[in-house]
T-cell receptor
Framework: AQSVSQHNHHVILSEAASLELGCNYS??????LFWYVQYPGQHLQLLLK??????LVKGIKGFEAEFIKSKFSFNLRKPSVQWSDTAEYFC???????????FGGGTRVLVKP | EAGVVQSPRYKIIEKKQPVAFWCNPI?????LYWYRQNLGQGPELLIR????????DSQLPKDRFSAERLKGVDSTLKIQPAELGDSAVYLC?????????????FGPGTRLTVL
């Protein structure tokens, strides 16, 4: 069964700090990976996605993620966070043959002003 | 462009009562999804529709849950009777062709509380 796991449940950091959230997937073959964000009181929004090509993917709001096939990872990064990045972040993936999106458990990020 | 619309946004019911959630996907999106998100967890797929056909309902508890997508547009998810463990946020999402690289868009969800 395909699964996606996120390493941290909660992250607290100060403004201007760098952020890295871990994500690992458990299945081989062709994979498609996503990071979604859910700001307080809002619905899930896509930050970025990887389907093929350049393993370094740039998304909205200064976020990027790197697909490392050998490590089954797709970590999310932002070099300098802002208070407005306070949100819950979800990694998700699907295997092309399954066409079913599987989410990780999410990481709550709190950025202190 | 309007996003995925869901109603109601909140619902409180007593156990053993029925409840229904409604979803209107983005216009033109042939694929519609229903997810359940428990507190502190990521969304889990309940059912996926391609037009009006349910192509993946393996995670739908069929003894009490049912769904329909008449005419391949709007969809309704029903629980009858509801149990305490059904308290969660029910999310609807839609997309064009996920395999082709299109994005899955989510609605705001319906927060269900079963007392």
């Amino acid at each position: 069964a395909q699964s996606v796991s996120q390493h941290n449940h909660h992250v607290i950091l100060s403004e201007a700090a760098s952020l890295e959230l871990g994500c690992n997937y458990s299945y081989g073959g062709t994979v498609n990976l996503f990071w979604y964000v859910q700001y307080p009181g809002q619905h899930l929004q896509l930050l970025l996605k990887y389907f093929s090509g350049d393993p370094l993917v740039k998304g909205i709001k200064g976020f990027e993620a790197e697909f490392i096939k050998s490590k089954f990872s797709f970590n999310l990064r932002k070099p300098s966070v802002q208070w407005s990045d306070t949100a819950e972040y979800f990694c998700a993936g699907f295997k092309a043959a399954g066409n079913k999106l599987t989410f990780g458990g999410g990481t709550r990020v709190l950025v202190k002003p | 462009e309007a996003g995925v619309v869901q109603s109601p946004r909140y619902k409180i019911i007593e156990k053993k009562q029925p409840v229904a959630f409604w979803c209107n996907p983005i216009s033109g999106h042939n694929t519609l999804y229903w997810y359940r998100q428990n507190l502190g967890q990521g969304p889990e797929l309940l059912i996926r529709y391609e037009n009006e056909e349910a192509v993946d309902d393996s995670q739908l508890p069929k003894d009490r849950f049912s769904a329909e997508r008449l005419k391949g547009v709007d969809s309704t998810l029903k629980i009858q009777p509801a149990e305490l463990g059904d308290s969660a946020v029910y999310l609807c999402a839609s997309s064009l062709d996920l395999l082709a690289g299109d994005t899955q868009y989510f609605g705001p969800g319906t927060r269900l509380t079963v007392l």
